[in-house]
């Protein structure tokens, strides 16, 4: 079931680049962050409310809130950068320089949360590697 919503995340993302790039062009990357950002926080309340969630954020631990905390702010960093990315290159160069955080996950999810990789893995990465250094070259 994750590839499925894997490949549904890979085309929502690359709806995003797309409709992002058109948003920004007249205003100001972090003003659009921060209306994407809201759009993105009424949405979530409102399944979690929906799904009658809410009563479980008692139930939240504190360590579990540090690291999703600072999964907020790596995210919202993330998002003020790709905007301003965006604004001032081309999406079809910008979004796929920005995968090279999958390359990057790759490395930190081997150093800090010992996860195995593989030939695949590591082939796969050095191509997501290589094609975004093409994108970056002239």
């Known amino acids: 079931m994750w590839k499925y919503y894997a490949l ?5 993302a690359a709806l995003t680049a797309v409709f992002a790039k058109i948003g920004v062009k007249d205003i100001n990357p972090d003003l659009a ?7 993105i926080l009424i949405i979530t309340w409102g399944i979690v409310c929906c799904e009658r ?6 139930e939240v631990s504190t360590h579990t809130w540090l690291f999703l905390v600072l999964s907020g702010v790596a995210t919202g960093l ?6 301003k990315a965006l604004q001032t290159g081309d999406v079809s160069r910008v979004a796929p320089v920005d995968k090279l955080s999958v390359v990057m996950t790759i490395c930190l999810s081997f150093l800090f949360l010992k996860e195995p990789t593989t030939p695949r893995v590591i082939i796969g ?3 997501i590697t290589c094609g975004s250094i093409l994108m970056l070259l002239k």
């Open 125 to 127: 990465a050095l191509f």
């Open 33 to 39: 962050t921060a209306i994407r950002t809201t759009v």
């Open 78 to 83: 993330s998002w003020l950068f790709y905007f």
């Open 53 to 58: 969630q809410i009563a479980s954020i008692r």
């Open 8 to 12: 549904l995340s890979a085309f929502f």
